[in-house]
């Protein structure tokens, strides 16, 4: 990543202390993933958004992925729309005039403590000599 971007993220975890820099990477990241699997470019909904994250998180880091953005500490819907925000406020993402925080204030849990990763261990042959 470039070092405006870093610098930015730096700043934003001095002025906000609940995330680490990894949460900001991850929503900013969510963001181009989620709009990267659209048809066409454009704008995001808060809903979107989320559900975007939720599945990279999932393919990101499997049956791990809520224990891994609970220690980025997000927890929440709100959680994400707080690092949003905080990053439109440095002018990493933009928002539209139709856009508010509110949006992330849903029940919708980022990752499920559950989310659903099966494991499947084939057949196990021992031997003893």
Known sequence: MDTEFENKIALLTERETAY??????????????TVGKLPAHRHV?????????????????????????????IKTASDVGKIVY?????????SSEDDSPEDFEID???????????FSVGPVNFSID
Do not use: Q, W
């Open 20 to 33: 680490t820099a990894d949460a900001y990477h991850f929503v900013a990241e969510a963001v181009n993933y």
């Open 45 to 73: 909904t808060a809903l979107e958004l989320l559900k975007g994250a939720r599945e990279m998180a999932i393919n990101l880091y499997g049956a791990v992925a809520h224990e891994v953005l609970r220690s980025y500490g």
């Open 86 to 94: 905080l990053l439109i406020s440095v002018n990493l993402l933009s």
């Open 108 to 118: 919708f849990e980022p990752v499920p403590a559950v989310c659903g990763t099966e």
